[in-house]
């Protein structure tokens, strides 16, 4: 992945589909690590993964091989860096935490912009950068409609053509190539259509991504009409009553889904108890919580009442309607996300299959 600008604020407001051959060594090596059976931390190659000291809790890290790297970048900066994607460049605005360090596996949050905006936009806006995690904001490619306006996979207008979970993956081992990600905490956000797209990836990725938090989202699911994870998939969304752009009782005649129906279905594909919990978490701020679901995966819908196509908390104009500064979206999500991970069997799965192929 290779740098094109670096600051150190944000910018202004604004099939097959894997590749496991070139990763079999490397994931075989990081499940040694899980089970306490590789050597210490050293050199990040595909013989010599980082190591866990003791055997594997619930909660254990799986260390990637860009651990013991030089990231290229200070810790606490944001760089728009590019790589490649099924013969495409593409970019992707990536913020490291302040006192990032290479011998310590990050966590990493996802970040997938609305439509016509940009990751750096998002970036400031949203807050994400105080989390202590590796935060890489996606940048979508233009679609169709009016006007030259990025967006993701799943919608009506994206880009005819473009495979944008196949970015997904190829950002991830991007990532995890160049610096110490902790492959078992990888957690996707976005607002709008980038939100939208989350839930896509939560059916299709659930064997990289632990949990999602869209915001504001735009389920339209085009492309995409079957959800079957492989596994319970933790979400937490937010979505004010009065969203004028993306309605919170639905648009049938767009495709939209109504979103308390939306998080029902979810928890219900993950086997959660049936009535929510309600709890009024703010005079403005409504949360339902779906409980004792299978494998601990429960799914949690924040409503801001009154609430715009706005992301909670803003530190920016996020969009049109009135956004609530009672709770922030960034410090709740990351209190739902945190403890999520990705159970050790995938990177097992993983490793088998790049050897097979």
């Avoid at 969304?237 to 919170?248: C, K, L, M, N, S």
């Avoid at 993950?270 to 494998?295: F, I, L, Q």
């Avoid at 999520?340 to 299959?353: I, K, N």
């Amino acid at each position: 992945m290779s740098t094109t600008t670096a600051s150190s604020a944000p910018a202004g407001a604004g099939g097959a589909r894997r590749r496991p051959g070139r990763r079999a060594a490397l994931l075989a090596a990081l499940v040694l690590a899980a089970s306490g059976l590789a050597g210490p931390l050293g050199a990040a190659t595909a013989s010599a993964a980082p190591a866990l000291v003791d055997a594997p809790s619930a909660d254990a890290a799986s260390p990637s091989a860009g651990c013991g790297t030089d990231p290229g970048q200070a810790p606490g900066s944001s760089v728009l860096r590019t790589l490649t994607s099924d013969g495409r460049e593409r970019t992707v605005q990536l913020h490291l935490p302040d006192g990032y360090r290479s011998d310590r596996a990050w966590p990493v949050v996802l970040v997938f912009h609305g439509r016509g905006n940009t990751g750096a936009g998002t970036e400031a806006f949203s807050g994400l950068d105080a989390l202590p995690a590796i935060v890489a904001y996606g940048n979508g490619v233009v679609g169709t409609g009016d006007g030259d306006r990025q967006a993701w996979e799943g919608a009506p207008y994206s880009a005819p053509g473009v495979d944008d979970i196949a970015y997904t993956n190829d950002l991830l081992d991007t990532l995890e190539s160049d610096l110490c990600v902790d492959t078992r905490r990888v957690y996707a956000t976005g607002k709008s259509n980038g939100a939208g797209f989350t839930g896509i990836l939560a059916c299709e990725l659930s064997d990289r991504i632990a949990a999602i938090a869209p915001v504001a989202a735009a389920f339209y699911g085009t492309g995409h009409p079957d959800c079957a994870p492989e596994r319970p998939v933790p979400v937490i969304e937010f979505h004010g009553t009065a969203d004028a752009t993306i309605p919170y009782d639905g648009d049938a005649d767009r495709g939209l889904p109504a979103v308390q129906d939306w998080s029902a279905a979810w928890a219900d594909r993950n086997g959660c108890a049936t009535r929510p919990r309600v709890e009024e978490t703010a005079d403005d701020v409504t949360t339902y919580h779906w409980t004792r679901c299978d494998r601990g995966a429960d799914v949690t819908h924040v409503a801001v009442l009154g609430g715009g196509h706005t992301w909670p908390g803003e530190d920016s104009y996020s969009g049109g309607g009135y956004a609530t500064h009672s709770i922030e979206a960034h410090e709740v999500m990351w209190e739902f996300l945190h403890d999520e991970r990705l159970p050790v069997r995938f990177l097992a799965e993983r490793a088998g299959q790049g050897a097979a192929s």
